[in-house]
């Protein structure tokens, strides 16, 4: 697609129950980032995919978070027994190569409540 | 590890007037590069200027000017004649040469006043 298109673009969920966000990416951008933007926050680093490489987890919080990239291009970030603390808006964006030297295009994120 | 601080929470400015957003990064290392986006409400992080950091010449983009500082580790974002379309969140960001992520800071909220 022609930017970075996230789903949904805002989710209220229950504390406890698993959510999952979507990305994806500009066509034939191979690296994909997921970052975490909490109230009066800077942006929060998750989870990096570059092509068929294993992904680098290390900003991930908790094992309640997770994330996968099918076939090179969506990604799903999944969120399990949901806490309030989670709530933040999930920025997600895509890079033409894993050297990013300018920059990154981001989605509009998706912004998460947990009640 | 990397570092990127924005020590001012928000700024504000008269329209058509020049507002400076401050900067300062650490790094152990000499090449990097540079970065500020701009997040309006509608929450998408747009690119507003770049800087290579073995250039010593400061970039600019149209109304966007950045004041680099190798020595200092600053990296200021000039805005000139405001305009109400610049209100939004500013970050500073960080990226090491060879390193995938973005290092941000925590971000500066400009108001244009009209």
């Known amino acids: 697609g022609a930017g970075v298109s996230q789903s949904p673009s805002n989710k209220v969920t229950e504390k406890g129950k698993d959510v999952e966000l979507r990305c994806d990416p500009i066509?034939?951008?191979?690296?994909l980032y997921w970052y975490r933007q909490s109230l009066g926050q800077g942006l929060e680093f998750l989870i990096y995919f570059q092509g068929n490489s294993a992904p680098d987890k290390s900003g991930l919080p908790s094992d309640r978070f997770s994330a996968e990239r099918t076939g090179g291009s969506v990604s799903t970030l999944t969120i399990q027994r949901t806490q309030q603390e989670d709530s933040a808006v999930y920025l997600c964006a895509s890079s033409l190569t894993a050297i990013a030297n300018y920059g990154y295009t981001f989605g509009s994120g998706t912004r998460l409540t947990v009640v | 590890a990397q570092t990127v601080t924005q020590s001012q929470p928000e700024m504000s400015v008269q329209e058509a007037e020049t507002v400076t957003l401050s900067c300062t990064y650490d790094t152990s290392e000499s090449d990097y590069y540079l970065f500020w986006y701009k997040q309006p409400p509608s929450r998408q992080m747009i690119l507003v200027i770049r800087?290579?950091?073995?250039?010593?010449q400061n970039a600019t983009e149209n109304r966007f000017s950045v004041n680099f500082q190798k020595a200092a580790k600053s990296f200021s974002l000039k805005i000139s004649d405001s305009q109400l379309g610049d209100a939004a969140m500013y970050f500073c960001a960080l990226k090491i040469q060879g390193a995938q992520k973005l290092v941000f800071g925590q971000g500066t909220r400009l108001t244009i006043n009209p």
């Open positions: 066509s034939g951008h191979t690296a």
């Open positions: 800087q290579e950091a073995y250039k010593q």
